[in-house]
Nanobody, 121 residues
Framework: QVLLVESGGRLVQAGDSLRLSCVASGLIATSHAMGWFRQAPGKEREFVLAISWSGGSTREADSVKGRFTISRDNAKNTVYLQMNKLQPEDTAVYYC??????????????WGQGTQVTVSS
């Protein structure tokens, strides 16, 4: 059974930084690219960042370019989302996702339950 568990979400102020973590179990980390998505109230889930199995390739949404970064530690089966210069529009539930292949960012195969990030102005 594959399980993705996110943590680190909380209430912060605009301009703050926050790091989310996602621990994966039940899958081989090097076989999956990983990603972060988010869903704001009343909006559809959107892509944020993704990283290949080796960390050598990443993809990011324009809305977070220069502010958010993604990294992974395969030894710990953990992927991180570092968020800097947070803005109220970053308020959302953040989801961790595992892609079916190690280096291709297609449609995620597995999802976490999400962690809430709220940014106050």
């Amino acid at each position: 059974q594959v399980l993705l568990v996110e943590s680190g979400g909380r209430l912060v102020q605009a301009g703050d930084s926050l790091r989310l973590s996602c621990v994966a179990s039940g899958l081989i980390a090097t076989s999956h690219a990983m990603g972060w998505f988010r869903q704001a109230p009343g909006k559809e889930r959107e892509f944020v960042l993704a990283i290949s199995w080796s960390g050598g390739s990443t993809r990011e949404a324009d809305s977070v370019k220069g502010r958010f970064t993604i990294s992974r530690d395969n030894a710990k089966n953990t992927v991180y989302l570092q968020m800097n210069k947070l803005q109220p529009e970053d308020t959302a539930v953040y989801y961790c996702a595992a892609y079916p292949q190690p280096g291709i960012f297609s449609t995620p195969e597995y999802w976490g339950q999400g962690t809430q990030v709220t940014v106050s102005s």
